[in-house]
């Protein structure tokens, strides 16, 4: 235990906290697999997962991140089981409620991106309470993508861009009309699990963010591991296609 306390440390300082990313995105992937390895139901994986969402938020909020964007459900992940989705959704309703308090005083704004209509509306009720409850904290934006495609995002500003123009748009427009259109673009792409894949996740904002596939299964996704992806960020040269 006290290696694993020195080893946590020497990671942290090892950080520089003058480089670090802004935005962070995530791909939580893995929580099925954990369960499975232990012989435990699928919803037992996504239970240790919150635990991780936790962790890994409140590490963000300490080293001084802006925004921390966590795929927490897919436009495709209504395809599981009725019972998957709906310990999924209760598990989400269920962290809201219990995350409020230590949002505000930890000074977190709370968003989202992604169609959340069609969640049950005891989510969405929550969701939007929360996001108004801490709409005015200035520290760490938490954003959860929640029935969330890339593809999704792009063909819903590309519906709204023809409502109000039909002439030519850039680039920044196109940006403005989509779910991020206040959040800079991700710095970082983490995946975990070890498959090498996007998934419809952030399509066009992804453009210049640095990749990390890490085999690690989000259960077990710790502090460690995270500093571990940022120090390899920093180790990387990011030349946005210029020299
Ligand atoms: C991927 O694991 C994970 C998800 C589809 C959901 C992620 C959700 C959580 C971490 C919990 C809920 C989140 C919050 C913020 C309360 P998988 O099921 O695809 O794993 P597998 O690929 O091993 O089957």
Redesign the pocket.
Known sequence: LKNDIMDKENLLNKIDKRKLPVHIAII???????A?KRHLP?TF??KK??E??DEIVETAGDIGLKYLT?????TE?WQRSKTEVAV?MK??HH?LVKELPRMQKNNIRFNTIGDIKKLPDFVYDKLVEVKELTGNNSGLTLI?ALNYGGRDDIVNAINSIIKNKLNKVTETEVSNYLYTSAIPDPDLLIRT?G?QRISNFLLWQLSYSELYFTPV??PEFDKTEFYKAILEFQNRERRFGGL
Do not use: C, P, Q, T
């Open positions: 939580m992937d893995g929580n099925g697999r954990w499975k699928r994986g996504h997962g919150v991780r969402v966590l795929y927490a459900f897919s992940n999924l598990l989400l962290y959860l699990s498959e299964l989000w």
